[in-house]
T-cell receptor, first 110, second 114 residues
Framework: GENVEQHPSTLSVQEGDSAVIKCTYS??????FPWYKQELGKRPQLIID?????GEKKDQRIAVTLNKTAKHFSLHITETQPEDSAVYFC?????????FGTGTRLKVLA | EAQVTQNPRYLITVTGKKLTVTCSQN?????MSWYRQDPGLGLRQIYY???????DKGDVPEGYKVSRKEKRNFPLILESPSPNQTSLYFC?????????????FGEGSWLTVV
């Protein structure tokens, strides 16, 4: 079946450094790629998304890039801050199905 | 306030005792779904509903049932819970079926089956 691979599973960076999380999807019909942030004990919340007709999208310190040919997309966080520490999930979607990655635990060290 | 509400938030139950986790949204969303979250496995879709009386299986439907009699409600039913259904469950809704619409998650329900 369809799946989404997400790497790395854990990531530690120094405050102020950049963090990159990568996802690869298998369903070539996927056309929507959201990223969710989940803080400890809380619900996942959308932080950025990208559609298949766009290669890159940026929102302040967060950016997402999409390579449809290679079927992978990445989350980039610049100038990381302690409050960026959380679990991040990518997802690939077409119509009504959302396939999530297994998550990346990001730790920003002060 | 726009929200997805789940109940109960925390539950410990025994094997075989039927239980229902309720989910309600006040955003008039057509699409609703249930996920379970387990360590190392991410979020896996259990069931989804595209509209009233329309439901379908997700990736891990075994041991679960759902119903969608009203647009706002989408309960998750465990007819005979087993320990492997111990998990964190999220209900979610979206304005309409189809990709490209933000999923709004409920606060989650921690379920332990002993």
């Amino acid at each position: 079946g369809e799946n989404v691979e997400q790497h790395p599973s854990t990531l530690s960076v120094q405050e102020g450094d950049s963090a990159v999380i990568k996802c690869t999807y298998s369903d070539s019909a996927s056309n929507y790629f959201p990223w969710y942030k989940q803080e400890l004990g809380k619900r996942p919340q959308l932080i950025i998304d990208i559609r298949s007709n766009v290669g890159e999208k940026k929102d302040q310190r967060i950016a997402v890039t999409l390579n449809k040919t290679a079927k992978h997309f990445s989350l980039h966080i610049t100038e990381t801050q302690p409050e960026d520490s959380a679990v991040y999930f990518c997802a690939a979607s077409r119509t009504y199905k959302y396939i999530f990655g297994t998550g990346t635990r990001l730790k920003v060290l002060a | 306030e726009a929200q997805v509400t789940q109940n109960p938030r925390y539950l410990i139950t025994v094997t075989g005792k039927k239980l229902t986790v309720t989910c309600s949204q006040n955003m008039n969303h057509e699409y609703m779904s249930w996920y379970r979250q387990d360590p190392g496995l991410g979020l896996r879709q259990i069931y989804y509903s595209m509209n009233v009386e329309v439901t379908d299986k997700g990736d891990v439907p075994e041991g679960y049932k759902v119903s969608r009699k009203e647009k706002r409600n989408f309960p998750l039913i465990l007819e005979s819970p087993s320990p492997n259904q111990t998990s964190l469950y999220f209900c979610a809704s979206s304005p309409q079926q189809g990709s490209g619409n933000t999923i709004y998650f409920g606060e989650g329900s921690w379920l332990t089956v002993v």
